[in-house]
């Protein structure tokens, strides 16, 4: 890490390319010695922006992760990393309260019920402007800015005003709501206003960019035409379907070393080498289904379908979000679920279910990755899931299956998989055990077709599709427009 001495502010920064995310791709690593370190967060978002930034002078701005006021700009691996503070006040209402109790489940078909707090809008409104003045500050003349996730829907529109000669896009990663849930909020138009501030709006999904579309013109009055919005100004927005994946490569590259198959050979000697081993991975999140999932696989057990002798479930749920009540209550659920199921099935050094709430390093998801048989991946709605992509690429023989809910964006592409309705548990026990006696053959091209999809929509694809489209310059259009009237 090379770590600037001299104090920068953000107008000495002037990026051809600026990222804006809620988080800035580090974590902060500290060490024995009680000194600090910067380590590149993992993902896929990070691994196919960095070459791209810094080849063309880039900016990341984000939050580092830790409540705290102040944080010098500084550079990490060629990027420039601008830290944006924020208070507990903010951290409870803009990061707690309005992302993640407000629009993640309004977002993902009311799984849970969203709560509505002026006081929370407020802060996001606040949250968001501190994004858009940073980059407004950071971005050189008619560079390009792409701003991420449902965190920030308000900087595109907001840095806008500041700056008309930036190129602006917005892509979000989660699923975008139809129009019945979606018109709930009482923010509805300034949320659809602050993202027509772009110029491109991206998806996972083309529904999704359709709901957009349709509440554009429902609730805001615009002219549109199948995916462009045209504004009274001469502006058009695109909104459309780019959907996200993972860096293929580097997975089959990680599956393939040395370590990572010793480390799946023990993680089945350490589990009995039972017949079959199910993993699911997750964030301890409400929309994953996990619980329903740990159900469905109890009563394969309880029905005599396959004993704790021949089949074993790994269920990694990394701690997520603690402090929202919603997320503290699945926690305590899921434990007793866990704790319930193991004490009913299990035998000594042999639980139904060896549960991890915990978070592990790349190599470590690699080698379960490689050491179990079936992954399943249930959300009730998720954007795409990167897991089930993860999975896929790591089954460097062409084996193994995919139990997938039908209600993840990657179920859109992986259709070899075996597609589930996490609603339905007798629905989803059926295909887990159609996964568990499946033929090696029919598992084999299942895979090699999936397998197929990874590496040829890999991250940087995503990243470039996006970038190009963003970049190409688009003309004024020509149509008289009245604008349109405030509510
Ligand atoms: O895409 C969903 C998302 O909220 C991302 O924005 C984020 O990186 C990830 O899930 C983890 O969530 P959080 O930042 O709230 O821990």
Request: some cysteine; charged content about 25%; aromatic content about 10%.
């Amino acid at each position: 890490m090379t770590r600037s001495r001299r104090r920068r502010s953000p107008g000495d920064v002037r990026a051809e390319l600026v990222v804006l995310a809620n988080r800035l791709p580090v974590d902060r690593v500290v060490h024995a010695d009680g000194s600090e370190d910067w380590r590149r967060s993992p993902g896929g978002l990070v691994s196919a922006l960095a070459p791209v930034m810094a080849a063309n002078r880039g900016a990341w701005i984000g939050w580092p992760g830790d409540v705290m006021e102040e944080c010098e700009i500084f550079e990490h691996d060629g990027i420039t990393l601008v830290p944006i503070g924020i208070s507990q006040q903010e951290y409870e209402e803009y990061y707690e309260g309005f992302s993640n109790a407000t629009l993640w489940p309004l977002y993902h078909d009311l799984v849970a019920k969203p709560e509505f707090h002026r006081e929370w809008w407020d802060a996001y409104v606040a949250v968001n402007r501190r994004f858009a003045e940073t980059a407004a500050e950071v971005a050189a003349e008619g560079a390009t800015v792409w701003v991420q996730d449902y965190q920030l829907q308000l900087v595109p529109s907001l840095l806008r005003e500041l700056r008309s000669d930036l190129r602006i896009g917005f892509f979000l990663h989660i699923p975008f709501p139809p129009a019945e849930l979606f018109s709930q909020l009482p923010w509805r138009r300034e949320l659809l206003e602050g993202l027509l501030g772009a110029d491109l709006v991206g998806f996972q999904l083309s529904g999704a960019a359709q709901n957009f579309i349709r509440l554009v013109r429902q609730r805001v009055g615009h002219k549109t035409h199948r995916d462009t919005v045209y504004l009274p100004d001469g502006r058009t927005v695109v909104a459309k379907a780019f959907p996200i994946s993972i860096d293929t490569a580097q997975f089959e590259k990680l599956a393939a070393s040395p370590g990572v198959q010793a480390r799946a050979k023990q993680i089945r000697d350490d589990l009995g080498n039972p017949r079959r081993i199910f993993l699911g991975i997750d964030r301890l999140d409400y929309t994953k289904g996990i619980y329903a999932r740990m159900r469905a696989f109890s009563e394969l057990i309880h029905d005599g379908h396959f004993s704790v002798e021949e089949a074993t479930f790994v269920q990694v749920a990394s701690p997520s979000r603690e402090r929202v009540d919603q997320y503290r209550k699945l926690r305590d659920e899921t434990d007793r679920l866990v704790g319930h199921i193991n004490g009913d099935l299990g035998r000594i050094g042999r639980p139904a279910i060896s549960y991890l709430n915990a978070s592990f390093p790349q190599s470590e998801m690699a080698a379960l990755f490689v050491a179990c048989d079936i992954m399943v991946v249930t959300p009730f709605r998720d954007g795409m899931n990167l897991v089930a992509k993860e999975y896929v690429a790591c089954r460097l023989h062409e084996d193994g299956a995919l139990v997938l809910s039908e209600f993840a964006g990657a179920a859109e592409e992986l259709r070899q998989a075996f597609l589930v309705n996490p609603y339905d548990i007798n629905g989803m026990k059926a295909q887990m055990l159609a996964a568990y006696r499946a033929d090696p053959k029919d598992l084999g091209r299942r895979m090699r077709a999936m397998r197929r999809t990874v590496a040829e929509n890999d991250v940087a694809n995503w990243a470039n599709a996006f970038l190009t489209e963003l970049t190409t310059p688009r003309p004024a259009h020509d149509k008289h427009l009245r604008p349109v009237k405030r509510a």
